[in-house]
């Protein structure tokens, strides 16, 4: 007789490991529309507009001539060298092309490798919270566990030195900003910045600084670049890509940039792991950084435009408050005082209310909770709709 068949066990990293909540939503979506139901996605983080046409037309020349093989696992150089000259423009940090910047498949990826790089079983790396939903995930599949730095939204989502002394402990090891910021919008200041530098400097922890919103800010507001001030240019990795500003999710093409001690070792993690970015996409990445970045003010001047049609709409709507963004394409409007729940109940009302999916702030941490978060990356004609679904259904709750 035939003994049961005994499912075969994952890896116990997998423990507690839950899915990515964004995701998650992205797939909840197709699968209510599959099913023949009217969902208007404002879940999402990818930009509506296409690739711009010099960008594409370089990837698919590269492929024309047959430029299909392995390129060196750092990156082309040609490409890594226009990636050190934006840093030292746009960003005000100096780093060697040749030894100093990976080009990886993904941001995503590039912070996975830069994980793997500085922390060890049991190192902490410390998250100013609300955050995005991968980090912890990350961490955890490297053996070590971040510790939520929580901020509060009547303080407008501000990090402090005292915020940051109550969170550190022998095994901290790293902490990871993000800015501007996924979910808030929030971008970092400059004082802000400088504090978190001197902290850095006074624990000795390596900074690791997502940038990828880097290129979408509102109402004149500074980036700034964490590697650029003193105290942390020796000790930051910094992550960075061209999904966002350049629209282009599908090509899965990013960067990490740092001092050369960390940059030799986190190259390990992408030989051993992906070899390098595709080639042809790389060809892409460099004309998106030496060719004229009119679109890119053009995406961000209409991006814009959405966010304050967004923040219009959500003023008029009972039980919400919304503080603008300074950056990025999300609002993370406060949904408390509607009655509804909390983040995950208001969200999945509002999914069988009015068939607007958004992402509740708990995905992003405790102190995302009582919000969610709303892309207005999504085409200007389902924003108007969603927005006009989200004021009936809640003026039909009777709120306020």
Request: charged residues 20%.
């Amino acid at each position: 007789m035939s003994q049961p068949l005994v499912p075969p066990r994952a890896a116990r990293r997998f423990a507690g490991l839950d899915r990515s909540a964004t995701v998650a939503m992205h797939d909840l979506v197709g699968t209510l529309r599959a099913g023949g139901a009217s969902i208007l996605d404002l879940g999402g983080g990818e930009p509506d507009a296409a690739t711009p046409p010099h960008i594409a037309a370089a990837a698919a020349a590269a492929l024309d001539e047959g430029f299909t093989h392995y390129t060196a696992s750092r990156g082309l150089p040609e490409l890594r060298a226009a990636i050190a000259a934006k840093l030292a423009r746009d960003n005000g940090i100096v780093v060697d092309p040749a030894t100093e910047i990976i080009v990886t498949p993904s941001a995503k990826h590039a912070l996975f490798v830069s994980l793997m790089t500085v922390l060890d079983p049991g190192d902490e790396v410390l998250v100013p919270s609300p955050s995005w939903v991968s980090y912890r995930s990350m961490a955890h599949l490297v053996g070590a566990r971040t510790v939520d730095v929580p901020l509060r939204a009547d303080d407008g989502f501000r990090l402090s030195r005292q915020l940051l002394d109550r969170h550190v402990t022998a095994r901290s090891r790293a902490i990871l900003v993000n800015t501007p910021n996924n979910p808030t919008g929030r971008a970092l200041r400059r004082d802000e910045a400088e504090e978190i530098a001197a902290f850095a400097a006074a624990h000795d922890l390596i900074v690791l600084t997502d940038e990828i919103y880097e290129k979408i800010l509102f109402a004149c507001r500074e980036h700034v670049s964490l590697a650029s001030l003193p105290e942390c240019a020796g000790r930051t990795l910094t992550v960075n890509g061209f999904s966002k500003g350049y629209a282009m999710t599908g090509w899965r093409l990013g960067y990490v940039a740092g001092p050369a001690e960390l940059i030799g070792e986190a190259l390990k993690v992408q030989e051993h792991t992906v070899s390098c970015a595709a080639s042809f996409a790389q060809r892409g990445g460099l004309a998106a950084l030496i060719g004229s970045q009119d679109c890119v003010r053009e995406m961000a001047d209409d991006y814009a435009e959405r966010r304050n049609l967004v923040l219009s709409a959500l003023d008029a709507m009972p039980g919400i408050r919304c503080a603008p963004p300074d950056g990025a394409f999300y609002v993370f409007p406060d949904i408390r005082a509607t009655g509804l729940g909390g983040s995950v109940e208001f969200a999945r009302w509002l999914l069988r209310a009015a068939g607007v999916a958004v992402v509740p702030g708990s995905a992003f941490g405790p102190a995302g909770e009582g919000h969610v978060r709303i892309s207005f990356a999504a085409a200007r004609p389902v924003l108007v709709e969603a927005l006009d679904r989200m004021t009936a259904a809640l003026t039909g709750a009777s709120i306020g």
